[in-house]
């Protein structure tokens, strides 16, 4: 019989032990011993039965009650009873009603060897299932930490590390190129992800993660760890060079000194962690032309071109400098790139030239076409700052009448012309949607121009709702990697030069409207 006083003790003494082995509660393995004994009293009694199982957690008793609803009509039998057969099963509870609980306690079972074997299998994996939770709240509180551990095994060239309660891996890709690693040795990593899974959880580590080196800079400089020094970005290509961007609340403290220390110390052991990456630290500064010039060292910079709403920068410099800028293999200005969150374009001062010359001539060519004028008066416009015939078209008679060479007949000759070049645009353009068999709903989106709609067309985008699947890269352009390289993605309305603010604002628009 299980309720002998030897079993009784002895299931207690099991709890224990398995809770401390395991390191969870033993509260935990009482419920699953609970639940073992429930489900070998349904197969005794009957499993359409509602079996509560009890353990005392100082005595050991077991207490086995069947539970019944009190009701006014039966419709289970073994779960219910009428009041009147309540009130005779337990004849002293006088305050029996309809709704309440009645519990009658079941005799003691034996448990056999093949119900003894269901309940071991009940407890074991209540158990596993305990240890996987308590593994996984442990170690989720360390996503975002270095953690240390000794190396297992390799399997398919991703590394297996075993941190003491758990195991943890570390991907092919996640490795530093060439580093070589062997079973035994201690190592650190930057918990990147902890994945809660059917199967368990797993924890994925990185050596390559830019995080690793920031994480390394907060352990080895105590002004860091101390609040007194941030770091602002960091950009990595692992195993060969990296650029850190650090800043300080206190003007006292120098903070690329502090990161580097006395005579390099503290940098250097960084250096040996990651087997000889080279470490660029850098000043951060608010003047971003400084910045960028900063991160491009020891490149000296001539003209730096910024445009906010793209994300885009022009670094202008020359011949014997552009070298020193790109880097090996393009390293450098890459680096820069991720370090300032800005796409960099590197250009010699003569490239410069060219380009302005290049749009100064496009935009000339453009007015003489569209307003039949002269190649000197198309010059003039374009020197004067007017970039195309909606500028001209929109501008004020007196603006275009008081440039030199112009006069007031000439310059209203020129608005008409351009609002007459206009219309016949707008005509063109809608004649060409019609073709196209672009729906008015996306010709109707607020913020988007007929010639937008055009080239969305052209691209098979004729839907409202095809547009709102569009992503802003999709739209403006951006960059992808692919295989460890940069590789540009042009956008369909690249040439409307759209900010990516105004990129999501249309998209989102569109998404309201689709999915209302």
């Not at 004994?37 to 509560?52: H, M, P, R, V």
């Not at 309809?98 to 209540?126: N, Y």
């Not at 007017?386 to 006069?407: L, N, R, T, V």
């Not at 699947?469 to 956008?491: A, N, T, Y």
Request: net charge negative; proline share 2%.
């Amino acid at each position: 019989m299980l309720n002998k006083r030897a079993d009784k003790l002895e299931l207690l003494r099991i709890a224990e032990a398995v809770a401390l082995e395991k390191s969870i509660d033993k509260e935990l393995d009482i419920e699953s011993m609970e639940s073992a004994i429930q489900k070998a009293a349904l197969t005794k009694f009957g499993n359409d039965n509602s079996i509560e199982v009890s353990i005392d957690r100082a005595s050991g008793d077991i207490k086995i009650q069947k539970v019944l609803e009190v009701v006014e009509n039966v419709e289970e039998p073994s779960k219910q009873v009428t009041l009147a057969d309540a009130k005779k099963i337990d004849s002293k509870n006088k305050d029996l009603k309809v709704g309440d609980k009645l519990f009658e306690e079941l005799p003691q079972i034996d448990f056999g060897r093949i119900a003894a074997q269901s309940a071991k299998q009940v407890i074991t994996l209540r158990v596993k299932e305990a240890e996987k939770n308590r593994q996984y709240e442990d170690f989720i509180d360390k996503q975002g930490q270095v953690l240390s551990g000794i190396i297992k095994r390799s399997e398919y060239g991703n590394v297996i590390i075993d941190l003491g309660r758990a195991e943890a891996v570390i991907k092919k890709d996640e490795l530093i190129p060439r580093e070589i690693l062997k079973n035994g040795d201690r190592v650190k990593a930057y918990c990147y992800e902890v994945k809660k899974e059917l199967k368990g959880h797993q924890i994925f580590l990185s050596r390559a993660h830019p995080q690793f080196l920031a994480k390394l800079f907060f352990q080895e400089v105590p002004e860091i760890y101390e609040g007194i020094i941030e770091i602002k970005s960091v950009a990595r290509d692992p195993g060969s060079r990296a650029k850190i961007c650090v800043s300080s609340a206190d003007s006292s403290i120098d903070p690329v000194g502090a990161c580097v220390g006395m005579r390099g110390s503290r940098v250097q052991t960084i250096v040996n962690e990651l087997h000889g990456e080279k470490i660029d630290i850098i000043k951060w500064t608010e003047d971003l032309p400084t910045l960028i010039s900063e991160s491009l060292s020891p490149a000296e910079i001539q003209k730096v071109l910024i445009d906010q709403d793209n994300k885009r920068i022009d670094v202008i410099l020359t011949e014997e400098n552009l070298s020193k800028a790109i880097g090996r293999r393009g390293q450098n200005v890459r680096l820069a790139s991720k370090l300032t969150n800005y796409e960099i374009d590197i250009l010699t001062d003569k490239e410069d030239s060219e380009r302005r010359q290049a749009e100064f001539k496009d935009k000339t060519e453009t007015l003489i076409k569209n307003l039949e004028v002269d190649e000197t008066l198309g010059q003039l416009l374009v020197s004067e700052g007017f970039q195309g015939i909606e500028e001209i078209s929109q501008a004020k008679f007196e603006d275009i009448a008081k440039i030199e060479g112009i006069d007031e007949g000439t310059a209203q000759e020129l608005i008409n012309r351009s609002k007459e070049n206009l219309i016949k645009e707008k005509e063109e353009v809608s004649k060409r949607l019609k073709e196209l068999g672009v729906e008015d709903s996306l010709m109707n989106l607020k913020g988007i121009t007929q010639g937008m709609v055009v080239l969305l067309g052209q691209r098979n985008i004729k839907k409202l709702s095809d547009f709102a699947d569009l992503s802003s890269d999709e739209l403006i352009g951006g960059f992808d990697e692919i295989k460890g390289k940069k590789i540009r993605i042009d956008g369909y309305l690249e040439e409307f030069s759209l900010s990516r603010d105004e990129a999501n604002q249309l998209i989102m628009a569109a998404r309201e409207i689709v999915f209302k």
